[in-house]
């Protein structure tokens, strides 16, 4: 039964989300109806609330700017995702490292990606730097010489108060080349949801000795847990420099750059994205299976975009809090208080405990009514997961060897992975990517039959990361080798999966209560370059005829939304909620309308070169399926509102564009 959207009075989802007490909730196996409608809150309280619409056209152009973000699922649906939870502290998440700040709730990240891996979990895409060629990018050299400390940033002060040394244990070993382990068919490692295994305390029990272990590793180890956290600080936080061999052996003009002026490592922000933390999480799991001596051991999976009743998999789940099913545990392992439970041991915000929900709209203005909150955060996983139908809104765009990428819209990723639910977190994004390549519907490309692929680019394939693995070898893996789970002997129980993704996979969104704007309207639209932090802005968008490229005719091609040149604040959390032919919307606009077209987002990021300044990024969004909807013509023009998502500063910006990918 696909969920419904619009009004909460009408059936969400099958069976029923939660109800706070006091909500006359009729509950059956199937429907659920709530007492308050959302629609009639967008009318009566989007003027209320102070978010007035003001306009903004195309603005003029204030100098160079960094190219954007691309929509993979989860950035933002994890960034706000996982902080309303405190899912994935960035800053000390692990007790005992007092040398370190604690996070504070911008600082969690939820990913991306992109929660997925903005509102779309928005990822940068890629700016041409210096020195390159088309290449595939090496994997990293673990010496010394290619890696630098990374600053540790007070966000409250704005100051560097220490270095972070995030360098990998270098063993000197010869790399080998990743292979398929097929021996092990009986060993297929099945990542269940994490809700589903906190009920049983044998896993419990087994998951919690696992990182007991990982723990008691030296440091020097590379399968400890100091050395697990670093591989994401490290390649998040830019501290290894890209090595020699990415340059072509047979290209001799110009010479190679000495290291002080090679490009650094990082993958997030481009198509490596998904892939390498993929390997990043098979290694690990590996890794904790190796120390239980259980080859079949796999993570379990935070899926926060269950909205169901029974599984509860918008909460954090009951495993990772502090007063978790640590008593179902104990009596299968040691007497009381004599093995630590480090499935909690980490410093995350209380607020966001259990039966905290998590609310993919940040704005979360409707607290006292669940069904409204369970209905925003379907039809956002909607527009951030079946909305974009090409791979460059999905994963992001290319990453070559030479090339730098930009920090755009994660949080400060320094400590992210000392918590064990990050890696929890990430193994649902992980199986989104595998959801949305499996998606059969094509809602936004006008001809309504363009496939999910990944990159057939030989750069994408051949790009090689560097993992140790729980032998302690250094191992090359390329790209092509990460695409499909089952050669790396690990899938996800599509049984506990598969009615909870089709709620958001089939949304029903429905026709605003107020109409669209007429023509003249539109036209009329102001010249403002601002997008305020108090008040909603309309600009004006004009179309264009997409013209056949790439060996796509000019159907299959995927309209865009280009945001240019937004001023993001560089110490200041920034979000906007983007409606397409609404010049109404407002903080109580109910994301199921058909107008809604996804998030523009960015939360501070400190990499090793500092950001001394704010930057100016574009911002992607797939509009297709909201256009076709709202049966808006081939090139009409429309409007844009931008509403303010509860940030501090307004916020500049050059205009907005149409692009075809």
């Not at 020195?131 to 010394?144: C, M, Q």
Request: glycine residues 6%; contains cysteine.
């Amino acid at each position: 039964m696909a969920a419904t959207a619009a009004s909460c009075t009408v059936s969400l989802l099958s069976p029923n989300p939660r109800a706070h007490k006091g909500q006359e909730n009729q509950v059956n196996t199937r429907t659920v109806q709530g007492n308050v409608n959302c629609r009639a809150e967008e009318r009566t309280r989007s003027r209320a609330s102070g978010l007035n619409s003001s306009s903004a056209a195309i603005g003029r152009r204030r100098g160079p700017h960094r190219d954007s973000p691309s929509t993979l699922v989860l950035s933002r649906s994890q960034l706000k995702a996982t902080a309303r939870t405190g899912a994935e502290a960035s800053e000390d998440s692990t007790e005992g490292d007092d040398e370190e700040d604690d996070a504070t709730i911008e600082q969690a990240l939820l990913h991306r990606r992109q929660l997925l891996w903005g509102a779309t979990g928005t990822f940068s895409y890629l700016t041409s730097a210096g020195f390159g060629v088309a290449a595939p990018v090496p994997p990293a050299d673990l010496s010394l010489k290619y890696c630098k400390p990374v600053p540790n940033v007070n966000r409250k002060t704005n100051s560097t108060n220490n270095t972070v040394h995030c360098c990998l244990p270098d063993l000197h070993e010869t790399p080998i080349d990743f292979k398929f382990e097929y021996d092990d068919l009986h060993d297929m490692r099945i990542r269940k949801p994490a809700h589903i295994l906190s009920k049983d305390p044998a896993y419990v029990a087994k998951y919690n000795l696992a990182y007991l272990r990982m723990k008691q590793l030296p440091d020097d180890d590379p399968r400890s847990f100091a050395a697990q956290w670093h591989i994401h600080c490290a390649f998040c936080m830019g501290a290894y420099l890209e090595p020699e061999s990415g340059i072509d052996p047979g290209f001799s003009y110009p010479p190679p750059p000495p290291p002080s002026v090679r490009v650094q490592l990082q993958y997030h922000y481009s198509w490596a994205f998904a892939p390498w933390h993929r390997m990043y999480l098979y290694f690990h799991e590996r890794i904790l299976g190796d120390l239980i001596g259980d080859k079949s051991f796999a993570l379990p999976v935070w899926n926060w975009d269950n909205q169901r009743e029974e599984v509860g998999g918008n909460q954090m789940p009951l495993m990772y809090a502090p007063t978790g099913p640590i008593y179902l545990i104990k009596p299968l392992i040691m007497p009381a208080n004599e093995i630590p439970y480090e499935l909690s041991n980490a410093i995350r915000n209380r607020e966001h405990f259990p039966p905290e929900v998590v609310r993919l709209d940040p704005s979360d203005l409707y607290k006292k009514d669940l069904n409204c909150v369970f209905q925003n955060n379907l039809a956002f996983m909607n527009r951030a997961m079946v909305s974009p139908v090409s791979i460059t809104l999905f994963l992001g765009k290319p990453y070559r060897a030479g090339q730098t990428t930009e920090p755009k819209d994660m949080g400060t990723f320094l400590f992210t992975a000392k918590d064990p639910i990050f890696y929890s977190h990430h193994a649902n994004v992980d199986r989104l990517w595998t959801v949305w390549k499996s998606l059969k519907i094509d809602p936004s490309t006008r001809g309504g039959y363009r496939k999910r692929e990944d990159p057939t680019d030989p750069d994408f394939l051949n790009t090689k990361f560097a993992f140790y693995n729980h032998k302690k070898q250094l191992v090359h893996v390329k790209i092509s080798q990460t695409l499909d789970t089952l050669p790396l002997r690990y899938e996800y129980e599509e049984k506990e999966f598969k009615s909870s993704d089709d709620d958001w996979i089939y949304y029903k969104f429905k026709p605003s209560v107020y109409k669209q704007p007429s023509p003249g309207t539109i036209d009329a639209l102001g010249t403002e370059t601002v997008l305020k932090n108090d008040k909603s802005v309309s600009v004006a968008l004009a179309r264009i005829e997409p013209t056949p490229s790439h060996g796509r005719s000019a159907e299959e091609l995927e309209e865009t939304l280009v945001v240019k040149g937004v001023q993001v604040p560089k110490n200041s959390f920034m979000l906007y909620k983007v409606f397409i032919n609404l010049l109404e919307a407002g903080a109580f606009t109910p994301l199921g309308v058909h107008n809604f077209v996804g998030v523009i987002s960015h939360i501070p990021h400190m990499d090793s070169h500092g950001m001394e300044h704010n930057q100016k990024i574009d911002f992607r969004l797939s509009i297709g399926a909201s256009l076709k909807a709202l049966g808006v013509k081939e090139s009409e023009r429309v409007s844009v509102t931008f509403v303010p998502g509860g940030h501090e500063e307004d916020v500049e910006f050059d205009g907005v564009v149409v692009e075809f990918n």
